[in-house]
């Protein structure tokens, strides 16, 4: 199995951060990535090799354009504004869900408009990394449309959270929808949120797409993030209507029945019959995550990924969340391997 990677996530410096001359701690951080992938080098899953650099333009098939040009310049629009260079990050902790029906002109106006949250930095390299995590996205839609069985994208930042013109929940760019889109030209195609939080961005961008069918298994919304998506009556809208479903799930639901739920959810992708199915791979479902509070086991993440290749469909997944570092590699590993031994 390839895994595409790029070291240029370490631009998106969230490791030592400092706001208002204050350490935030932050849980996305590069030391994620980097367990994930000593822990792929070390299993000997396959080569990892480099992202190809596909321009904006499957970017801009995703996201609005003047939100992608909002990203590219932000912190150097901040710079201007503040006369200093600072992490640009929402000015008001009530920002989260609530916008103006017209972007400002003024810089503090337009830094509020653009996300839904209040806790994601932009720093001097974030767009470079974003930019990148998408580029991993898309060489492994690349690799599978050629004919690779499975492929994985060890995206960061992460992106289902990232609708076509706001960011937030720790992304910037929907790295799986840009991969899914891209696919697109091929067939339909079928995404599976495994990811302990909704993918709202995910949902949103495809919501009234016939080609494209979205499946997400999360926590239930009324208590966990993103809170305002995510129930079941969501269905889709127009022509896309009956092709977003969403299974929101007890926050301490075991793995007996989680997987159940999985079972239920890959019965709807094969009814679909997609051409390509994309997994947004959230390890934070994982037993112990500093945010997740489900308890799906490292044995559990295998089984998943056993299910899933069972479907005998060419396969992109794609790294979202998971944020407890001790087990990031081994969960991430063990629903690998189970494409390479399938």
């Known amino acids: 199995m390839y895994t595409i990677y790029t070291d240029r996530h370490h631009g998106h410096a969230t490791d030592n951060l400092v706001i208002?001359?204050?350490?935030i701690e932050y849980r996305e951080t590069?030391?994620?990535?980097?367990?994930?992938?000593?822990?792929?080098?070390?299993?000997?899953?396959?080569?990892?090799?480099?992202?190809?650099?596909?321009?904006?333009a499957p970017i801009l098939?995703?996201?609005?354009?003047?939100?992608?040009?909002?990203?590219?310049?932000?912190?150097?629009?901040?710079?201007a504004y503040f006369g200093e260079s600072r992490p640009?990050?929402?000015?008001?902790?009530?920002?989260?869900?609530?916008?103006?029906?017209?972007?400002?002109?003024?810089?503090?106006?337009?830094?509020?408009?653009?996300?839904?949250?209040?806790?994601?930095?932009?720093?001097?390299?974030?767009?470079?990394?974003a930019y990148w995590a998408a580029q991993c996205a898309l060489t492994a839609a690349d690799y599978?449309?050629?004919?690779?069985?499975?492929?994985?994208?060890?995206?960061?930042?992460p992106g289902h959270h990232a609708m076509p013109d706001q960011y937030g929940g720790f992304c910037y760019l929907n790295n799986v929808a840009i991969a899914?889109?891209?696919?697109?030209?091929?067939?339909?195609?079928?995404?599976?949120d495994l990811d302990y939080h909704h993918g709202n961005g995910t949902q949103a961008i495809f919501y009234a797409d016939p080609a494209a069918l979205f499946c997400s298994l999360h926590a239930d919304?009324?208590?966990?993030?993103?809170?305002?998506?995510?129930?079941?009556?969501?269905?889709?809208?127009?022509?896309?209507?009956?092709?977003?479903?969403?299974?929101?799930?007890?926050?301490?639901?075991?793995e007996a029945a989680y997987l159940a739920v999985v079972d239920e959810a890959l019965d709807v992708i094969a009814d679909f019959a997609p051409h390509y199915v994309l997994v947004s791979l959230g390890l934070d479902a994982a037993e112990g995550d500093l945010i997740g509070?489900?308890?799906?086991?490292?044995?559990?993440?295998?089984?998943?990924?056993?299910?899933?290749?069972?479907?005998?469909?060419?396969t992109v997944i794609v790294q979202e969340g998971g944020y407890r570092i001790e087990t990031l590699g081994e969960n991430a590993v063990a629903f690998l391997g189970a494409f390479v031994t399938q």
Do not use: M
């Open 20 to 23: 208002d001359g204050r350490p």
């Open 30 to 56: 590069p030391a994620r990535a980097e367990a994930i992938l000593a822990a792929v080098r070390a299993a000997q899953l396959g080569p990892i090799v480099p992202p190809t650099d596909h321009g904006l």
């Open 61 to 79: 098939a995703v996201h609005d354009a003047d939100f992608v040009t909002y990203l590219r310049t932000a912190y150097a629009q901040g710079a």
């Open 88 to 129: 640009v990050i929402a000015g008001r902790d009530d920002v989260t869900f609530a916008r103006a029906p017209h972007c400002p002109e003024d810089f503090p106006g337009k830094r509020d408009y653009y996300t839904y949250d209040y806790e994601d930095p932009i720093l001097a390299l974030t767009w470079d990394a």
């Open 144 to 157: 599978v449309r050629n004919g690779e069985r499975a492929v994985y994208a060890l995206c960061r930042p």
């Open 180 to 192: 899914a889109r891209s696919l697109q030209a091929d067939g339909p195609v079928a995404i599976l």
């Open 221 to 254: 919304p009324d208590f966990a993030y993103p809170f305002f998506w995510g129930r079941a009556d969501e269905r889709g809208a127009g022509a896309g209507l009956g092709l977003n479903r969403n299974w929101p799930l007890p926050v301490h639901i075991d």
């Open 293 to 314: 509070k489900f308890h799906i086991t490292t044995a559990g993440f295998h089984e998943i990924g056993r299910r899933i290749a069972a479907l005998g469909l060419p």
